[in-house]
């Protein structure tokens, strides 16, 4: 960490290599740590005064978080601390790198396995080779000013507001980050080493306020006399009237917080007098106010809204600490959620950690206790033990445990009884193995009906929990950030480059033994670059990463990751079948294949079934999880024409979605959507209207954002002009041309296809037409050529438009190009996450290939080719030749067109004297008639007519070769305006 990077590339290198190491240590300490433990009760009795084990390697030491006579509550307050210690490094080392300011942290790995935990940490030979700087509590005082400026600069970067603390009766240091920190000088290699630092977050504190679902006296489940053994004692923080030194607010929050907060608030340190102790602790009431008032119901709504979408319960954990959110407020967002499934992930999320307090605390007590009587075979005892443990914990009968009060003691949050057994057992059970870490069989066959649902036969081994820094993970946003700011035209990091650092510090943050072993977290890695490669376009890449992150599933039937793993390849697999760009592609998604093709659909459909039966276990077959496979399959259906199986699928999703979501919800709008247009493509046009109508129904009492509403009066639109309600259609279409222009201006192609739509809808009763032009017919054309004229001009515009269209003709008898394209495929999951909460650039993990495929706002970017501007052309100087009403005018285009025709040729005479042979017009030049094209490209095909018309008006005899060429320009194959 002393290493100063020149530039950003140097700076993602140093990341690289530090999770190298980090990766290597960690490794090697875990082996060391599962050695300790294993052979902790081999070390003779127990003293009365016995201290936690120290083990030490050549360049590492290994502490057992607390003594063996230690108390739970101690070892509860052990274990936090250690947990602090490691997150404050990480945010310390982050701070320390964005001030550039030199620091060093102690390389530091927590292990729990088996119940005990084990703190690994490279020898940085504090007590031999090093002297302190920085240390407040020593005597002498230790408190070098270089030392003090730079811990001031990262207590800056972390919105730590600076505070006095008092040095015995007459000295006051003013401090950033907490009093109790350190700093060690290594005058052998020129390093500042900090350690304590697991105080330097703020006391997250509030006065308790007891609620519904709240208990003031919060009585441990451990306490239980009928579950728990006589030795467990009550918690270290008894009283919810005072502030818990172990609750802090986290760094995510504090950076993002408005105001500064002093490390030390609700200690003695937070200030030398009463006033700014006073001042200091209040500041910290109202951050902890913020977090629990605004930010979590803020972040809970995301949630609701699925704009972060967790895979499972233990991913709830991990997402809400993205956001500076503790694990213990779990209750809280439970309470606050809409969603029930939302509500169900954070309850078992709970309910799993409740268990995991009760059974590592009897783990550990029943290891003790075979050290106290000289056990030396144990193996099989702690395995029935835990088999024990949880058939106790998810059976049925008498003893099935009852894990409430641990439950409103650790997130103050009561599960009623009914909801308790109404959550899904076998996603207990997995959150149940991943945080007491043990590993039971894969298999889907767990009879939870039973006393003993986990026999001891199905019990495989017990897994070591690792935790590691995690490096500089924000430097890809930094790197966006001063690329911006250097020059607002230069390019950020491309999504491949961001997939790929992301995937080389997954990689490079394991061991090396640990890269070759099966493992959820590369299956979801893996699965994210396959959704990248489907977003993009690219299906071999991501059928080819979808199946490697099948086979790195931990359980390849079970395992929740492999679930979307295989709706990546089923997208991937559909897009090898019907290529993006073939014509049967471009049919199919515009809603006229006929399904006639002859597909090979039965691979598609066997990884489809294997993903069903991973839904049913993990979440249940109506969870909106399965959305995603049954979302995939539709659209492979879809690109293959066959539109009625496709929407058998979507009914599906659109059911989930109505139990899941409720009615007035936006994903809910967006199945009620894509269900009218693929009635709309299957002819259903009753069905169709009234699906959209109710869409546009609720999408407006939700307030959805204008840009739905829009799209969806385009579709209206769509539907009743096939009903053959044009006058409907119209007004439709209306509404959504003038709502995108409002929202995304004139020059935006949305707004340009509602353009589009608007002007076919205008002239589509008057297709036939050859009668006298009545005002309202002259209204419709001139309306039309307005609309036209907008979609020139953004063509002519634009530099480089696609060679093909994806939709019907631009300009045909149907209303409008209806593309399904936004409804199949991760492509319009970018808009999603367009914030980046989800973002590569976080160092985050991308998700928008969990839960339901269709997700406002939807309207991808139509497509329009340049090819297209002779056929527009040729419709707005036919309309605006329509609409002439001077006499004069009218016998100059009447004798063209005769003269064109017939080859007759009659005279014209000018409005001055001089008369014009209609030979001379009749054969142009073919370089003035590329002249022509080029004038009518440079402004626009009604304004240049009206520019020659009154040329001829004023005996311009050039005008009249002018019009002649824009006539046959409208009215023959002979001339062309391309892009």
Excluded at 228 to 233: E, F, G, H, N, R
Aim: hydrophobic share 40%; net charge neutral.
């Amino acid at each position: 960490m002393s290493l100063r990077p020149p530039n950003p590339d140097a700076a993602l290198q140093k990341d690289i290599q530090l999770l190298e190491l980090i990766g290597a240590f960690e490794e090697t300490a875990t082996q060391h740590a599962i050695r300790m433990v294993e052979e902790h009760h081999l070390q003779g009795p127990i003293g009365k005064q016995e201290s936690s084990a120290v083990s030490n390697a050549p360049g590492a030491i290994f502490r057992l978080t607390s003594s063996t006579v230690a108390s739970p509550e101690e070892v509860d307050a052990a274990i936090s601390r250690t947990s602090a210690e490691l997150r404050s490094i990480d945010s310390f080392n982050r701070a320390a790198h964005d001030a550039g300011v030199d620091g060093n942290t102690a390389l530091m790995v927590l292990i729990d396995y088996k119940g005990f935990r084990v703190v690994a940490y490279a020898d940085m030979g504090i007590d031999e080779r090093t002297t302190p700087s920085f240390d407040l509590r020593s005597n002498p005082l230790k408190c070098d000013e270089s030392a003090l400026a730079r811990l001031s600069l990262i207590g800056k970067e972390l919105n730590l507001k600076p505070h006095g603390v008092q040095i015995g009766e007459d000295r006051r240091v003013n401090v950033h980050l907490s009093a109790n920190i350190q700093m060690h000088f290594d005058q052998e290699f020129g390093r500042n080493y900090t350690v304590n630092l697991f105080e330097i977050m703020p006391i997250d504190f509030q006065p308790h306020q007891p609620s519904a679902n709240s208990s003031p006296a919060r009585s441990p489940t451990r306490q239980d006399s009928k579950l728990m053994p006589s030795m467990m004692a009550p918690s270290q923080n008894p009283s919810p009237l005072g502030p818990n030194k172990l609750h802090r607010l986290r760094s995510e929050f504090l950076k993002q917080y408005a105001s500064t907060v002093s490390s030390d608030a609700f200690t003695s340190a937070s200030g030398c007098g009463r006033k700014e102790r006073d001042l200091n602790d209040s500041e910290a009431l109202r951050a902890s106010a913020y977090l629990r008032e605004v930010w979590i119901p803020d972040v809970v709504k995301r949630f609701d809204d699925l704009e972060i979408r967790p895979l499972s319960a233990v991913h709830i954990s991990s997402e809400i600490r993205k956001f500076g959110i503790n694990v213990r407020h779990l209750g809280l967002i439970a309470q606050l959620s809409h969603i029930p499934y939302i509500r169900d992930m954070a309850c078992i999320e709970m309910v799993a950690r409740a268990f995991k307090s009760i059974f590592v605390t009897r783990l550990r007590s029943l290891m003790i206790h075979f050290r106290s009587v000289g056990a030396t075979q144990i193996d099989e005892e702690t395995k029935s033990f835990t088999c024990n443990m949880f058939s106790t914990a998810l059976g049925i009968g008498d003893k099935a445990i009852r894990l409430n009060s641990e439950i409103q003691f650790k997130f103050e949050y009561e599960i009623e009884e009914k909801h308790y057994f109404s959550l899904h057992r076998p996603a207990i059970f997995s959150a149940m193995q991943h945080h007491c870490g043990v590993l039971f069989d894969e298999s889907s066959d767990y009879n939870f009906q039973s006393p003993n649902p986990c026999p001891r036969t199905r019990f495989q081994n017990f897994i070591p929990r690792r935790k590691h820094p995690t490096g500089l993970k924000h430097l890809l946003q930094q790197v966006d950030k001063a690329a911006q700011k250097q020059a607002t035209n230069q390019p950020t990091i491309g999504d491949d480059e961001r997939l790929a650092y992301t995937l080389t510090r997954h990689f490079r943050s394991m061991g090396p033994k640990s890269k070759l072993q099966r493992s959820d977290g590369t299956a979801l890695e893996l699965t994210a670059v396959a959704a990248h490669y489907n977003l993009t376009d690219r299906p071999e890449e991501a059928k080819r990463y979808a199946i490697a992150a099948i086979s790195a599933c931990v359980g390849k039937t079970t395992s929740a990751v492999s679930t979307v793993a295989r709706a990546q390849l089923i997208e991937a697999m559909g897009a090898l079948l019907v290529p993006s760009n073939s014509e049967r592609f471009t049919i199919n998604m515009a809603g006229c294949g006929d399904g006639s093709g002859n597909f090979d659909l039965e691979p598609v459909i066997r990884i489809y079934q294997q993903g069903v039966t991973s839904v049913k276990w993990n979440w249940g077959i109506s969870h909106p999880m399965g959305m995603a496979l049954h979302d995939r399959l539709s659209g492979v259906y879809i690109r293959c024409g066959k539109y009625e199986d496709a929407l058998n699928f979507h009914e599906m999703c659109l059911e989930i979605a109505m139990a899941s979501f409720g009615k007035n919800h936006v994903v809910t709008v967006g199945y009620l959507t894509k269900s009218g247009i693929l009635n709309l493509y299957l002819k259903n046009t009753e069905e169709s209207a009234a699906r959209l109508i109710q869409a546009l129904q609720i999408a407006k009492s939700i307030s959805a954002p204008s840009t739905l509403v829009a799209q969806i009066y385009g579709y209206i639109a769509s539907a009743l002009d096939l009903r053959g309600d044009l006058g409907s259609a119209l007004e439709n279409a209306q509404k959504a041309r003038k709502m995108w222009e409002k929202a995304k201006g004139q020059m935006d192609p949305r707004s340009v296809a509602a353009n589009l739509q608007t002007a076919t809808l205008l002239l589509k009763p008057y297709e036939s037409y050859k009668g006298v032009l009545t005002p309202a017919i002259r209204t419709a054309y001139r309306e039309a050529i307005t609309c036209f004229e907008k979609v020139f001009r953004f063509l002519k515009n634009t530099a480089a438009m696609p060679t093909g269209n994806r939709g019907t003709s631009i300009i045909s008898s149907r209303a409008s190009s209806v593309s399904i394209d936004s409804y199949i495929s991760s492509r319009s999951s970018r808009a999603m996450t367009s914030d980046s909460s989800a973002s590569f650039a976080s160092g985050q993990t991308p998700t928008p290939f969990v839960g339901p495929a269709v997700m406002p706002p939807f309207a991808p970017l139509p497509q329009f080719p340049k090819s297209i501007l002779h056929k527009l052309t040729k419709k707005i100087v036919t309309l605006k030749l329509a609409l002439v009403e001077s006499p004069h005018h009218k016998d100059v285009i009447r004798t063209l067109r005769s003269a064109k025709e017939d080859g007759v040729c009659v005279p014209m005479k000018l409005r001055g004297s001089s008369t014009l042979d209609c030979t001379e017009v009749t054969s142009f030049d073919p370089m003035m008639a590329r002249e022509v094209v080029i004038k009518m490209a440079a402004v626009s095909p009604s304004i240049y007519l009206d520019g020659v018309l009154a040329r001829i008006d004023d005996d311009d005899g050039s005008a009249i070769d002018e019009l002649a060429i824009a006539i046959q320009l409208a009215e023959s194959d002979s001339l062309g305006l391309s892009g």
